[in-house]
């Protein structure tokens, strides 16, 4: 069974990545700033997958990729690093991180329809179906956790919502141009050409934005950098890469769905180490999520 769906395993496996990668980047982001995170994150990933890279497959860098896979990887790591993280992070000060995580679970769905038109991919009735379940579980859980919730009249000011959508649109996006780009190449060393993309797309942003010296300082902020550490270990670079894996063994739909179920999975997370209660909302949307799942598994 394991071989059967490894990138259904691999797509739980960055959920779970992603689960211990946000709840670092959140604390990274409070000490130092989201932006500055989005920097160094992307510094240490590549740093971590050089390394791992070189004892990996002898090469530190990705020089053995063809201009066909550093064309779309590279158009892959500005869709999804830069203009996708870029909107999704501007949301969270907007609407709150609730809401646009509610809003982002329309990128499967989207990820899913793109995956059909460009790469010719087709679902399963059952898939299509675990698709609605795990997105509808998802919603559930979010909505319910929000502990304003007279909030939830859906006064969302357009413009949060737009940074949101667009947040959605970059992820789904990204995916579906890394699939199209690694053409049977490594994962880690595809995941490598998407940072340098991202690393130059945020230092373009941050000398624009005149926030270089804020960016080197945050280096000697110890709790900032303890979280992009953590988060970098966990997101860029093994959430990422695994991800990447991912596509290359299943369809781009079912795969995004299944790392959509971050928000479930950071629910015990938080129960543990913020000793936060869970709701019976949060509870039936997970159980609803994990039927979503399982589906796939079938």
């Known amino acids: 069974m394991l071989q059967s769906h490894i990138g259904e395993f691999a797509a739980l496996l ?39 890279s070189f004892f990996y497959r002898g090469l530190p860098f990705p020089t053995d990729a063809t201009s066909y896979q550093w064309f779309w990887l590279s158009l892959s790591g ?46 399963s009735w059952y898939s299509i179906l675990g698709i609605f379940l795990t997105i509808f579980g998802i919603g559930m859980a979010v909505i319910s956790h929000n502990p304003e919730q007279e909030r939830l009249k859906l006064n969302i000011p357009l413009k949060g919502f737009l ?29 490598q050409i998407r940072i ?21 300082q945050a280096f000697k902020n110890r709790i900032g950098m303890k979280g992009i550490t953590i988060g970098s270990f966990f997101g860029p670079f093994l959430g990422v890469s695994l991800s990447l894996f991912s596509l290359k063994h299943t369809s781009t739909g079912i795969s995004a769905t299944i790392m959509a179920t971050t928000p479930i999975l950071i629910i015990p997370l938080a129960i543990v180490f913020l000793k936060q209660k869970i709701t019976v909302k949060e509870m039936v949307g997970a159980i609803i999520s994990v039927i979503g799942v399982a589906l796939f598994f079938i």
Not at 20 to 49: D, Q, T
Not at 196 to 216: D, E, H, P
Request: with cysteine; proline share 1%; net charge positive.
């Open 196 to 216: 340098i993309t991202g690393m130059i797309g945020f230092a373009a942003i941050i000398i624009i934005s005149g926030r270089s010296t804020q960016t080197l």
């Open 14 to 52: 960055v959920a779970i990545c992603w689960s211990f990668s946000a709840l670092a980047f959140e604390s990274a982001s409070k000490a130092v700033g989201s932006l500055v995170v989005n920097y160094w994150r992307l510094i240490f990933a590549m740093v971590f997958l050089s390394v791992f």
């Open 163 to 191: 940074f949101a959508f667009g947040g959605a649109v970059g992820q789904a996006f990204g995916l579906v141009l890394s699939k199209k780009g690694m053409a049977g190449y490594d994962s880690f060393a595809a995941t």
């Open 78 to 123: 500005l869709v999804g690093f830069v203009i996708g993280d870029l909107c999704l992070f501007k949301s969270f000060v907007i609407i709150g991180s609730r809401f646009a995580m509610l809003i982002m679970t329309l990128a499967p769905a989207m990820a899913a329809a793109a995956g059909w038109f460009i790469l010719g991919e087709h679902l």
